[in-house]
């Protein structure tokens, strides 16, 4: 059986204005047993339609901005970062795509909540100032280096996939993000909630594989049955 295409749109790096993707991703989809196509962050329709044709599968990865809030309906909160407006309508375009053709979208960090705006839900601009009591998302709140990730327990609801491919309902997470769903999008329910009550992870309500995770299945894969058990029915839902 040949493997099957998996369109990972590019990100955004503000310090660089360099558009490309960590190796951490196309390493995870080519052990999985994808072939990777990396996708740029451009405004025409046109093309993006061209690149979703190739594909079998949709990684939607995180970036280091945020999601428009008027996507949403909401107003920009004070600590909202740097949007990128052919980043969002590259991943609407792509998901629209995969949607109509039900093909298994696999969102992480970033990707969970543009997968969740797509779908007309709401997120949490600033985890932060919001969330009361919040637990450390990201390694700037951390308490340990800031060159670690910030670290902490997710609880797994005990129907949901992701809670079967981990073996358990209740596993220990990197932490990378400001942001997270707020209220979940058409199809959309929530599965995963970090101690705070902060949503964690996304799954379809109608059975087909469109996965969301806030935290980084992609680091340190190698060694995590999860993250493993993640890509690798990630990949048999693009093969099929």
Not at 142 to 171: F, M, Y
Request: net charge negative; aromatic share 8%; charged share 20%.
């Amino acid at each position: 059986m040949s493997k099957p295409w998996i369109g990972i749109p590019a990100r955004y790096h503000e310090k660089t204005e360099y558009i490309g993707q960590p190796r951490n991703y196309l390493d995870a989809i080519l052990w999985a047993g994808g072939i990777p196509l990396l996708i740029p962050a451009v405004s025409n329709d046109e093309i993006l339609t061209a690149y979703s044709k190739r594909i079998d599968g949709l990684l939607l990865p995180g970036s280091p901005t945020d999601v428009d809030p008027q996507h949403y309906g909401a107003a920009a909160h004070d600590k909202l970062g740097k949007i990128y407006p052919e980043r969002d309508k590259t991943d609407f375009i792509l998901l629209d795509y995969s949607e109509k053709n039900h093909k298994p979208v696999l969102g992480i960090c970033f990707g969970v909540q543009s997968l969740n705006v797509f779908r007309g839900g709401s997120l949490v601009q600033d985890i932060p100032s919001i969330v009361s009591k919040a637990v450390a998302h990201d390694r700037d709140d951390a308490a340990d280096s800031p060159s670690d990730p910030a670290r902490h327990i997710v609880r797994l609801s005990e129907d949901s996939l992701i809670a079967r491919l981990a073996q358990r309902t209740e596993v220990q997470v990197n932490s990378y993000h400001h942001q997270a769903v707020q209220n979940a999008g058409r199809n959309l329910k929530t599965v995963a909630f970090a101690p705070d009550g902060v949503v964690e992870a996304v799954e379809d309500t109608r059975g087909r594989f469109v996965v969301g995770v806030q935290w980084h299945p992609e680091r340190g894969f190698q060694t995590d049955p999860f993250s493993q058990a993640l890509f690798k029915s990630f990949i048999h839902a693009a093969m099929l």
